[in-house]
């Protein structure tokens, strides 16, 4: 195997250990030492591979806006695209799905807002792209913003071990956000 592959293999060990890591023990927990036990990885390969602890919470959210792109590029081919406003649903869908995922790569954000909040400058500024995509499809888009919203603080909550509702209502609650029988169309 040649060295990027092998580089490139040693890259998605150390996320997926280190999203191991947030969900285990938190933001704090993420250290190098933890990295290198949870990974299989030395030290100095891991200092090489990312520089520092704000280099691997910048890997994590690259990798996170890599895999919601992937994610929500697959749910608009299945079944968002005939969906009235197809940028909302495959976003919702988006956070439906980083609740289901027991590493979940949404801690990356909860990471990087605890260790190196500038980091999230990117991603916020991608985000301001997206929900003006949402409000131009949205017939009401107070109405989608706010369907948003709740649908991100099902999942914050829930990361934060701060949400009371079980998983099986949270799912039902994801199910009635995307379900546009039970949102009425904006008035004309």
Known sequence: MD????SERSRHCA???ALVILARDGPGGLTFDALARESGISKGGLLHQFGNKAGILKALLEFQ????????QHYLARAGASKPEPTLYSHIAIAREALKQPNSVARAVLAALAEAPDLLAVNRATDALK???IKAEAGDPELALLRLSA????????????????GEDRERLFERLLDDTRWPPAAA
Not at 65 to 72: A, D, G, P, R
Not at 153 to 165: H, K, R
Request: with cysteine; proline share 6%.
């Open 131 to 133: 929900i003006e995509r």
């Open 151 to 166: 649908a991100r603080g099902l999942v914050f909550s829930a990361l934060l071990g701060l949400c009371p509702l079980s």
């Open 3 to 6: 060295n990027p592959s092998r």
């Open 65 to 72: 806006v890599e895999y919601f792109e992937k994610f929500s």
């Open 15 to 17: 996320i997926q250990a």
